[in-house]
């Protein structure tokens, strides 16, 4: 199953896919639309740029099991077996927090939607972009993302692609005079120097 | 292999979806003294409030039980246990036999024990007849006295105000929540029922109830004092359900003693939930906190161990989160740290109504409260506090208030 692969390094905190997964979440689903709609949409990935100068974009993993679904008291998380999201029923959630008592990455926000009944404040999170996924394009955050830091695969060939990396990045260590940090483009390795 | 689980709560039915994903062909028998499907009872105050639907408190469908292969026996309440001859009898006769045996039998709310308490117009609110009571038997925009400031009775005083009605809170202790939350965060909450116009009483306890005509008219308090409802809810915690197992040296009034892997002392029980005993987190010693997610995983770990898996439980780190009005507090582990080796760190900002507030013990994490927007980061701290991990080796200092989970996984 196809997910939203997180790489921090490459990360320069733009806060593209923010705005674009806002967009993606409201009622009106473009930008214009988005910013005179009565409940501004919520971006549900978070960054955390600025004093550490350390961004790092912190979005749902969609973990199998679950901890958020074993707490809810609602009955409001699921797993699509199809999709492998974990997700979250606007209709059934009274935002009681217990999922952010139990999410060990703290992605989740709580804010109102047009999506929920009356209009409530529910817990919102990385849904996957179910609308796009079923017209065949990329999750929004991931077409937004320009240096490379969000990518859409299968985290099995993440891994194995991280693995080879890696093993490269030793191999050649152990090279005479080692150039250049593997992974990383050249970039953001000129900004990163000049911050 | 049959199966049996006393109870169709949140350890009962994750004990039984553990077992049949782990066991395809044996027989699970689900007992419940309660008709209705499986329902949350944290939901029922949202009921009584009129915030969520009727429908939407049950947490399966009504093909449930079939396509996951159980049994049920819905609306039969369980007599006596026989571990000898491994037999559950029912009322109405039936005998159930078991090769293992899961009691997750919940809880029941405490009474005061003080005169009155059989009066019309006394409720207790655990279960979905409860709430059923309260909607035959609550007068529109009456007055309600509630006892007992814990979860249930801060729930049930903003469903009641939601619902029109004039709401007394009395809690015996000097804060909401004592258990749970220190002066500062518990005055946060006051502050929020305050505002929601819920009248409360700290440090009082009723000593009578008064009746007119039959009902229930008021409350008299050890100060002298007297308090007027039309209705009064009991709220002052639960008591296990074990009463049915009178004989077996299991029903403790603490609740059903159990090892590590969730077995009691008999060969083939097990128990697990609000009606079990389980070891603290921190401190190791038997604790009886009683909350969802606690007993969701212990029911997972018996169901495992119920079909051989050995799985250990690492014990119930107290932790709960309210959210009145929108305000949301989430709080657990230790409330004071013991020991010299304890710190406690403060951070309050009051404009903005965040409030963070760490406890520690021998340089590791022990005890966490948030209240407000940041509520939301709780689940880092608790994994930090569930690592163990003492806090000068994690990559970044989490008293900082800059403190942001990046560098953590970095």
Known sequence: MKTVIVRPERCVGCWQCRLACAVEHSRAKNLVGALFEEIKPKPRLRLYPGRLHWAFPNKCRHCDPAPCQAVCIAGAISKDPVRGTTDIDPARCINCAMCAMACPFGVLTYAATFAAPERRAVALKCDQCPDREAAGRLPACVEACKVGALTYGEVEDAQVDKGRALAQAVFASYQAAAEAVPGLPETISLWRKLT | ?410
């Open chain 2, 1 to 410: 292999m049959r199966y049996v689980i006393i109870g169709t709560s949140a350890a009962g039915l994750a004990a039984a979806e553990t077992i049949r994903q782990r066991d395809r062909q044996g027989g699970i028998t689900l007992i419940s003294d309660e008709p209705h499907l499986p329902y949350s009872r944290p939901l029922l105050t949202y009921l009584l409030g009129r915030e969520v639907d009727a429908e939407k408190i049950f947490l399966k469908s009504h093909d449930y039980f079939d396509r996951w292969g159980f049994e049920p026996r819905l609306g039969a309440p369980v007599l006596k246990v026989k571990p000898e001859s491994r037999e559950v009898h029912l009322e109405g006769g039936e005998t159930v036999l078991y090769d293992k045996l899961l009691i997750a039998s919940g809880a029941s709310p405490r009474l005061l024990g003080i005169p009155g308490e059989d009066l019309a117009g006394v409720y207790t609110l655990r279960n979905l007849a409860d709430v059923e009571n309260l909607e035959k038997g609550l007068p529109p925009g009456g007055s309600v006295a509630i006892v007992g400031a814990g979860a249930v009775g801060l729930k049930a005083a903003e469903a009641l105000i939601r619902r029109g009605n004039r709401v007394t809170l009395l809690e015996a202790e000097s804060r909401p929540l004592p258990h749970l939350l220190d002066q500062t965060a518990a005055g946060l909450l006051h502050q929020v029922l305050t505002s929601l116009g819920v009248e409360s009483h700290f440090g009082v306890r009723p000593v009578g109830l008064m009746e007119k005509k039959g009902r229930l008219n008021g409350l008299l308090l050890d100060n002298d004092n007297t308090v007027t409802a039309d209705a009064v809810i009991i709220a002052v915690g639960v008591r296990p359900r074990n009463e049915f197992l009178a004989g077996t040296g299991l029903d403790r009034p603490e609740g059903i003693p159990v090892s590590p892997f969730m077995e009691t002392g008999h060969r083939h029980i097990f128990a697990a939930g609000d009606c079990a005993c389980a070891p603290h987190f921190l401190t190791g010693e038997p604790a009886a906190y009683r909350i969802w997610p606690a007993a969701v995983a212990q029911g997972e770990i018996a169901g495992a161990n119920m079909t051989g898996a050995g799985r250990r439980y690492d014990g119930i780190l107290p932790r709960n989160s309210i959210s009145l009005k929108g305000v949301k507090i989430i709080a657990g582990g230790l409330l004071e740290p013991d020991g010299k080796d304890g710190e406690v760190f403060n951070e309050l900002d009051r404009s903005r109504g965040h409030y963070r507030r760490l406890v520690f013990q021998n340089g590791c994490l022990v005890g966490v409260t948030l209240a407000g927007p940041k509520a939301a980061d709780a689940g880092i701290y608790f994994q930090i506090m569930a690592r163990k991990v003492p806090v000068k080796d994690l990559p970044v200092d989490i008293r900082s208030a800059a403190f942001h989970p990046g560098k953590l996984w970095a």
